[in-house]
């Protein structure tokens, strides 16, 4: 049987297959199913010297543009150049929580089209629907939205109110599986399809013959996620886009200890430990390790229901890289609200090598504004005892030990990119660490987001380095603008491409069996 329903043609080749069906993915095949931006006619913008540029040739859609003449100038709160500009133009002065209209106008050109599959391990909308549904996102909901449909009207549409601006990660979820459908855009998704291989493999000659390769797609279909059960299935493609997320794995210490049956790497587990009883108000303290947004949540929870919290991380709380000191506090009040309390309450040591900390209430600044939560900056864990017991090291190699009922250690998560070889480490920066969106991002040309590593190979998202769906984006634009621009330079249709249509059942052709 064939991937999805069709016919099977063997011997034709998929212009494009896209690996996660997340935000990156949903966004990447709005662009390739022919939903084409312009500049609007009388369209502004506050930055005047892009919209200037974009006046130049106005005729000309933002995919068939120069995007590094575009991004020229530009600053943003993204290490990505065609992320900034996308976002300037989706959400003019998003940095201040501005709701301005986008000098930006969507056609529908069926023409432009470019066939292409999306696999999912689970439905669209990827990590999304595995997150905690009592949490607030992050985000502004308007910085959640895809382009064509508003979040806003949507959740007014369910009679649903927003709080202070933002959505629930089950909302959220709710949202990209409905703008799949939305948009028309089912038939290019396939859901619980579990990737297990990703290889070049010979495609034929080319000119003056030299063998030519493609990208061969094996996996299982209608799987739980997991490899078990389901079908196989095989397709091949001349483009490969990379857009799993990094949810997958839970980074990990290292440390001595850290398999120990207290130790947890995420934060549903906080939520089951309170649910069975195991921590409280009156249990010894939790420690949560790190200093990212789940994190931040963690210590919210916890402190919501008072439970007596430790908070160890690495950094200073006032190094600008730490993700407190870059969002606004006006727009972010519970984040500030931990910062705070990471500022004014930190452990003061006591003097000699090794220093044990003490409880609820006691000299080591357990009370305070923020009763029940003590910080410590600058440390690491050094081992986990099976006693519930926790090695702590400081600067200078003081060790404090502190008496828990509960470890969540949320320092990020890495990408599973075990359908590549080794991991995918090839593709990182730095080749042989394990890919990571802060420390080990893909390496690709920030104007396509072509890997530097391998030709015709793609990534978008956290792979490189955006955890933010408002950011996200723009990689999808650059990768859409380079595919396109490829198409052009080599004709309409190649290789048993049937790019004009578009269908699903021209491009369900390419699809093979194991």
């Known amino acids: 049987a064939a991937l999805l329903d069709g016919h099977v043609v063997p011997s034709e080749v998929l212009p494009v297959v896209i690996i996660g069906n997340g935000p990156s993915g949903i966004c990447l095949s709005y662009l390739l199913s022919g939903y084409t931006p312009y500049l609007a006619p009388g369209g502004i913008h506050p930055n005047s010297f892009l919209l200037r540029k974009l006046e130049e040739r106005p005729e000309l859609s933002l995919l068939d543009q120069d995007l590094g003449y575009l991004c020229e100038g530009l600053e943003g709160r993204s290490s990505n150049p065609v992320a900034v500009l996308f976002d300037s133009l989706l959400l003019p002065d998003g940095d ?5 209209p986008s000098p930006l106008q969507w056609r529908h050109e069926p023409g432009r089209a470019i066939p292409h599959l999306v696999l999912g391990k689970g439905l669209p909308g990827g990590a999304w629907h595995a997150m905690e549904d009592s949490m607030l996102t992050l985000s502004l909901a308007n910085w959640m939205e895809l382009p064509g449909l508003k979040l ?5 549409e369910k009679r649903r109110n927003l709080r202070n601006d933002r959505a629930t990660p089950a909302e959220i979820a709710s949202y990209y599986q409905h703008y799949v459908t939305a948009m028309g855009l089912q038939s290019r998704f396939a859901p619980e399809t ?5 290889r070049r493999v010979p495609c ?3 000119a003056g ?3 030519r390769t493609v990208w061969e797609v094996q996996g299982v279909r209608g799987s739980d996620g997991q490899g078990a059960e389901g079908e196989p299935f095989s397709v091949r493609a001349r483009s490969v886009v990379l857009a799993t997320g990094t949810q997958d794995v839970p980074a990990r210490l290292g440390a001595e200890g850290e398999d120990l049956p207290f130790v ?3 934060f549903l587990e906080l939520e089951a430990a309170m649910a069975s009883g195991q921590v409280g108000e009156g249990s010894a303290p939790v420690l949560v390790v790190g200093a990212g947004l789940t994190a931040a949540d963690a210590v919210l929870v916890a402190h919501h229901f008072n439970i007596p919290v430790y908070h160890a991380f690495r950094r200073a709380v006032g190094d600008p890289g730490l993700i407190f000191n870059q969002l606004p506090k006006v727009l972010y009040p519970e984040y500030h609200k931990v910062h705070q309390m990471m500022t004014q309450q930190q452990f003061q040591p006591q003097d000699g090598p090794e220093t044990p900390a003490g409880t609820l209430g006691d000299s080591c600044g357990f009370t305070g504004s923020y009763p029940g939560y003590l910080s410590f900056p600058r440390h690491r864990v050094a081992a986990f005892r099976p006693d519930r017991k926790c090695v702590l090291e400081g600067e200078g190699g003081r060790q404090t030990v502190l008496q828990v009922s509960l470890v969540l250690v949320l320092i990020g998560s890495h990408p599973s990119l075990s359908f590549l070889p080794h991991g995918g480490r090839h593709l990182g920066v730095d080749a042989e660490e394990p890919i990571s969106c802060r420390r080990n991002p893909v390496d690709v040309d920030p104007f396509t987001h072509e890997s530097l590593r391998e030709p015709g190979l793609y990534a978008l998202g956290p792979l490189v380095g955006e955890n933010f769906v408002r950011f ?3 990689g999808a634009l650059a990768v859409a603008s380079d595919l396109a621009a490829r198409r052009a330079g080599a004709g309409c249709a190649v290789d048993g491409e049937h790019a004009s249509t578009g269908s699903l059942d021209t491009f369900n052709t390419c699809t093979n069996n194991n």
């Open 194 to 198: 579990l990737v297990t291989s990703l």
């Open 96 to 100: 201040f929580g501005s709701d301005c």
């Open 152 to 156: 806003k009207d949507w959740i007014r």
């Open 204 to 206: 034929g000659g080319a």
């Open 209 to 211: 013959g030299s063998p």
């Open 472 to 474: 996200l984006k723009g």
């Open 264 to 266: 947890a790497h995420s």
